[in-house]
């Protein structure tokens, strides 16, 4: 009989973060508006924090700019600072659109930013260059909700009631570069028309070119976003996404374009429900490489089963994420011990619960966890493999569980950025990664394991029974 | 229209009010400009005050951590450090009052009074430093108030950092706050007396790598002791008995110059400044601290252990200097003592100095680095992204040293590159380190990579 537990977290400290700050994923978001530039108007080291860490991810430089707040205008105000930096920024990078996320520090201070914004481009007579205010205090949210607050801030700052069209909007959340293009893909099979946001494929993923672009070249054109709202519909990856920053409940209430919320098309069924969406909305066959693929998965899944049913998969990160890798890996027999997320509120909940009246074995799923709290309960509940970013590093550096690097942020493995898991290709990549990793740790202990198990220390076997 | 700096017109483009802190060795006379705030919008590469002292203090290894402020100041600087422990690894958790809005509306003190309570439930360790954010200097928490009812209450050092982003961007004024809390760890109780010994403190060695235990292993061969390292695998109660030490060394001098300054002030002991980046200056260093002891015994076996280590670095130094000799270096790091060791031995490897500068270099740090490079040679202060760029092409550079946010953008211009970063995880110091350094600089600046990339084959020219 299947347990299923919510944990509602009863500390008050929160020991080693599961989550990152609200600006992180708008600068993510951001960097999918073609010719834009991040700032974050806060102190220099929010800025500089929110670098490192997606340098690490994505393998690649990331400028963000800085209003640089100090002592000073703690008191007067960030006004001036914030100015100057639109003025440096503009100089320098010479930006089309420029978003503005706001530190702890600047919405503490009480800093009205929009109206900073409105004053400097009447002043500087500005036409050229779009501003856009994103309000991202971290007490108020994590990366995952900043990163739709963005995405919703850039499309409430531009789409306006166009003429409607044969196209259709696809929303993605914090996903790979490499999965973007994987999307893009099967998009393109369909012949449907479609404008993408954030399209980060390639701002953030840069092919070799010998020079460095300050504004890389890529994302989705402020032009497409503008008609976003005469769409057909929005496919949203978004199941878990909070209504009042959900991009596609904006597109659905403001100009009626019908809402598609999907889970991320990871695993067989949830890419079957994207590829059927898209046949539906399309009226055109699926294309003949997608059913090759989708027999290729087909035949892996067949092959792995019984290895995948030996795994007790701890599963951590986005609330997005976490629910396409449950929901992955329970199609493939594997139950999930904790399923974790550092979001508040996650929604994961009630997406989980069809899910765990399938499973034999206890699952635990907790809400705004820290990874001591993933760590206690992967223990307990005698977890053998992490799916997740590399906040858990000490599930496998301390309790010996080999990991599966996925999500954001991975600062422990190169590639971030291509790591592929969408779509038939990317669910057949995840599963050897997967089947592959606990395969290793089973030749690397099975022997020694046996024998611990079954012989005394003179290598008898032993009587007691 | 893209963006691309190495075209002249944007070169132009470049900040007016940054040009004083860009000058050329032998052009300009004038005086660098530098130690000042960061230009709102110049994408600094700096960092903030919170992250000066946490990297100072997160060495630690038995303290409890504590960050009081919204989740992002923890999460970006949980294990930082590639520092090593030889006991507890208490240091690596990375704990936080995850402040809400109710806390910075209503005040964080209740909060973090409870989590204090938690841990010390929980842990029951020796100290633990409370890290202020910006958030909690703005609505004006009292942790000084809190730290010490709950230092009190616990009869542990509960130990208040001032680290409020937003005091500067530049990290030396987070070492001073490092500083203050680390005086006030080592500072004995009333009626308490620490021992003088003939052991020495390490101050400004994190044991990245191991570092500090590799030093150990060669001071200890010549007969001298150290007490502790500030903060490198130190534990609270080993800080304690930092007043016992005969003489400080003093390394990243950024961070500790002033913590050695106030120990002597305190205590009479007396610091020195020492280097252990590069087999010459290891050696110089050694014989430095041999002098101080004046004992022959320590000289002679100072003597031979480097030349022992000498003949054993030197064909290794010859051999890569054979294929580094005339290559262009950049350095650009956190700190002047790094800048100006990683300048010596890349010397040392035949290659020639055209780019460097730092995030918190002084005035007086600047005019040593100036010194020791050749004519022509562009020193930036608190550099950003578009300026490296500008000089790393406008100076044909094959190999930067320096952080992981300029990694990436060498990588991009088929420049090679070495970490010097705090998260590194091998060592660089000592005779050890130099070789392990010639050999990095070697593989990224004569990497097979850089050939390959450099055409395509099908790309119409």
């Known amino acids: 009989m299947a347990e299923f537990t919510g944990t509602p977290r009863v500390r008050q400290v929160n020991e080693n973060q599961c989550h990152m700050c609200m600006p992180?994923?708008?600068?993510?978001?951001?960097?999918?508006?073609?010719?834009?530039?991040?700032?974050?108007?806060?102190?220099?080291?929010?800025?500089?924090?929110?670098?490192?860490?997606?340098?690490?991810?994505?393998?690649?430089?990331?400028?963000i700019a800085s209003s640089s707040l100090n002592e000073k205008q703690t008191i007067f105000g960030g006004e001036e600072n914030l100015r100057k930096a639109l003025d440096n920024v503009i100089r320098v990078y010479r930006p089309k659109v420029i978003g503005i996320m706001t530190s702890c520090l600047a919405e503490t201070m009480g800093d009205d930013v929009e109206r900073f914004v409105e004053t400097y481009k009447k002043d500087r007579e500005m036409g050229e260059v779009d501003i856009i205010p994103v309000s991202t205090p971290s007490y108020n949210g994590t990366h995952t909700e900043g990163f739709w607050a963005t995405t919703r801030a850039v499309l409430a700052y531009y789409t306006q009631p166009s003429e409607r069209h044969e196209g259709i909007n696809v929303i993605v959340p914090n996903i790979s570069p490499a999965d973007i293009r994987e999307i893009k893909r099967i998009l393109d099979l369909t012949g449907l028309e479609y404008t993408l946001l954030p399209d980060y494929s390639l701002t953030l993923d840069r092919p070799y070119g010998g020079?460095?672009?300050?504004?890389?070249?890529?994302?989705?054109?402020?032009?497409?976003?503008?008609?976003?709202?005469?769409?057909?519909?929005?496919?949203?990856?978004?199941?878990?996404?909070?209504?009042?920053?959900?991009?596609?409940?904006?597109?659905?209430?403001?100009?009626?374009?019908?809402?598609?919320?999907?889970?991320?098309?990871?695993?067989?069924?949830?890419?079957?429900?994207?590829?059927?969406?898209?046949?539906e909305i399309s009226g055109h066959p699926v294309a003949e490489s997608l059913m090759l693929e989708r027999g290729w998965l087909c035949d892996a899944m067949a092959d792995a089963h019984k290895i995948n049913a030996g795994a007790r998969p701890v599963i951590y990160g986005e609330p997005e994420l976490a629910y396409a890798f449950a929901k992955i890996c329970m199609e493939n027999g594997?139950?999930?011990?904790?399923?974790?997320?550092?979001?508040?509120?996650?929604?994961?909940?009630?997406?989980?619960?069809?899910?765990?009246?399938?499973?034999?074995?206890?699952?635990?799923?907790?809400?705004?966890?820290?990874?001591?709290?993933?760590?206690?309960?992967?223990?307990?509940?005698?977890a053998n493999i992490a799916v997740g970013h590399s906040g858990g590093k000490y599930l496998t550096e301390r309790q010996g569980i080999p990991g599966v690097r996925m999500g954001y942020p991975i600062h422990d493995r190169i590639g971030g950025q291509r790591i592929l898991s969408v779509g038939y290709t990317g669910s057949l990549a995840f599963l050897d990664h997967f089947a592959n990793t606990l395969l290793e740790a089973k030749y690397g202990s099975y022997r020694r394991l046996r024998k611990e198990e079954l012989l005394n220390e003179e290598g008898v076997s032993d009587a007691k029974a | 229209m893209e963006n691309d700096c190495s075209l002249p017109a944007e070169s132009a483009a470049c900040i007016d009010e940054r040009q004083l802190s860009i000058m050329t060795t032998g052009k300009n006379k004038s005086r660098i400009h530098c130690a000042d705030d960061s230009l709102a919008g110049a994408v600094s590469q700096r960092a903030c005050v919170f992250c000066g002292a946490r990297v100072v203090l997160n060495p630690v290894t038995d303290a409890v951590h504590l960050v009081h402020g919204p989740i992002g100041c923890a999460s970006y600087t949980w294990d930082i450090r590639g520092s090593l422990s030889s006991g507890s690894e208490m240091f690596r958790q990375s704990f936080s009052t995850d402040l809400k809005e109710k806390d910075v509306v209503f005040g964080g003190e209740p909060k973090l009074a409870a989590c204090i309570d938690e841990i010390v439930e929980k842990y029951h360790?020796?100290?633990?430093?409370?890290?202020?954010?910006?958030?909690?200097?703005?609505?004006?928490?009292?942790?000084?108030?809190?730290?010490?009812?709950?230092?009190?209450?616990?009869?542990?050092?509960?130990?208040?950092?001032?680290?409020?982003?937003?005091?500067?961007?530049?990290?030396?004024?987070?070492?001073?706050?490092?500083?203050?809390?680390?005086?006030?760890?080592?500072?004995?109780?009333?009626?308490?007396?620490?021992?003088?010994?003939?052991?020495?403190?390490?101050?400004?060695?994190?044991?990245?790598?191991?570092?500090?235990?590799?030093?150990?292993?060669?001071?200890?061969?010549?007969?001298?002791?150290?007490?502790?390292?500030?903060?490198?695998?130190?534990?609270v109660a080993a800080l304690k008995k930092a007043p016992g030490a005969f003489l400080n060394l003093v390394q990243c001098t950024g961070s500790m110059h002033w913590v050695a300054m106030n120990l002597e002030k305190e205590y009479g002991t007396p610091y020195m400044d020492v280097n252990f980046f590069g087999a010459g200056n290891t050696a110089d260093s050694l014989r430095k601290i041999a002098r101080f002891y004046g004992d022959e015994e320590i000289t002679r076996r100072t003597e031979a252990l480097i030349e022992r280590e000498m003949s054993r670095v030197r064909p290794v130094i010859e051999k890569y200097r054979e294929k580094l000799t005339g290559k262009r270096a950049a350095i650009y790091v956190g700190g002047a003592f790094k800048a100006v060791a990683i300048i010596r031995q890349l010397k040392e490897l035949g290659m020639e100095i055209v780019l460097t500068g730092t995030q918190t270099g002084k005035q007086e740090d600047y005019e040593q680095i100036s010194g020791m490079v050749s004519?022509?040679?562009?020193?930036?202060?608190?550099?950003?992204?578009?300026?490296?760029?500008?000089?790393?092409?406008?100076?044909?550079?094959?190999?930067?040293?320096?952080?992981?946010?300029?990694?990436?953008?060498?990588?991009?211009?088929?420049?090679?590159?070495?970490?010097?970063?705090?998260?590194?995880?091998?060592?660089?110091?000592?005779?050890?380190?130099?070789?392990?350094?010639?050999?990095?600089?070697?593989?990224?600046?004569?990497?097979?990579?850089?050939?390959?990339?450099?055409?395509?084959?099908?790309?119409?020219?």
Request: aromatic share 8%; proline share 4%; hydrophobic share 40%.
């Open chain 1, 334 to 382: 594997a139950t999930p011990a904790v399923i974790a997320s550092g979001t508040q509120n996650s929604g994961l909940a009630g997406l989980l619960e069809p899910l765990m009246n399938e499973a034999v074995e206890e699952m635990v799923l907790l809400e705004e966890a820290d990874f001591v709290t993933i760590e206690e309960a992967a223990v307990r509940g005698r």
């Open chain 1, 24 to 63: 992180l994923g708008g600068v993510v978001a951001l960097r999918g508006v073609e010719h834009s530039i991040a700032l974050v108007h806060g102190s220099q080291g929010c800025s500089t924090y929110m670098r490192l860490a997606n340098v690490e991810h994505f393998n690649e430089p990331m400028d």
């Open chain 1, 211 to 279: 020079r460095y672009q300050k504004i890389a070249p890529g994302g989705t054109s402020t032009d497409a976003i503008a008609r976003m709202g005469g769409a057909r519909a929005t496919i949203q990856f978004g199941l878990t996404c909070p209504e009042q920053f959900s991009p596609g409940r904006f597109l659905e209430q403001r100009f009626g374009v019908p809402l598609i919320n999907l889970p991320l098309p990871i695993g067989l069924e949830s890419t079957d429900l994207f590829i059927r969406t898209l046949k």
């Open chain 2, 375 to 461: 004519e022509g040679t562009v020193v930036i202060d608190d550099a950003n992204p578009a300026e490296i760029e500008r000089f790393l092409l406008e100076k044909d550079v094959d190999m930067m040293a320096g952080g992981v946010k300029e990694r990436f953008l060498a990588h991009k211009l088929g420049i090679g590159f070495v970490d010097h970063n705090h998260d590194r995880k091998d060592g660089l110091a000592g005779f050890d380190g130099a070789i392990r350094f010639a050999r990095e600089v070697y593989a990224t600046t004569c990497s097979p990579v850089w050939e390959r990339l450099k055409t395509n084959p099908f790309e119409e020219l």
């Open chain 2, 125 to 235: 360790p020796p100290a633990i430093f409370v890290y202020s954010t910006c958030v909690v200097g703005m609505i004006g928490d009292d942790i000084v108030a809190v730290c010490k009812e709950a230092q009190h209450r616990h009869g542990i050092d509960v130990i208040p950092v001032e680290s409020s982003g937003f005091i500067s961007g530049n990290k030396i004024v987070g070492y001073r706050a490092a500083g203050e809390a680390l005086l006030k760890l080592v500072r004995p109780k009333d009626g308490e007396t620490v021992e003088k010994t003939r052991k020495l403190n390490f101050l400004g060695e994190y044991n990245l790598g191991g570092e500090k235990w590799l030093v150990e292993r060669y001071l200890r061969e010549m007969g001298i002791e150290i007490n502790v390292a500030f903060t490198g695998d130190s534990t």
